[in-house]
């Protein structure tokens, strides 16, 4: 008789939607912040990139990195970390400074 009764608890208790507590609102909203994040910095790049007047093949080869990660980072699919940042602003010749002035 007890199971019956702790069996019937169990089944009134309503499951905790994330959807209808916030949680999963804030995470979409966090991810769409970041991605517009790294396509306005794609986009601050590719600015950069042209006004002195180099590819993104001939960047790729000054920061010793693949013409796809460039890709990645111009068109906002990647997210570069302080590491890259640091090689994009040496091979463009610029200060990490400038690399980011103006981004944001």
Sequence with gaps: MLSNQIAHLFIKIPLFDLSKSGIMDEKE????ERLQLQKKFGEHLIMLRKSIGITPAE???RCYMERSNI???ETGRSN???YVLKKLSIGMDIKLEELLKGFN
């Design 29 to 32: 909203k966090e991810r769409k």
């Design 59 to 61: 960047l790729a080869r």
């Design 71 to 73: 890709a990645r980072l």
């Design 80 to 82: 570069p970390s302080l």
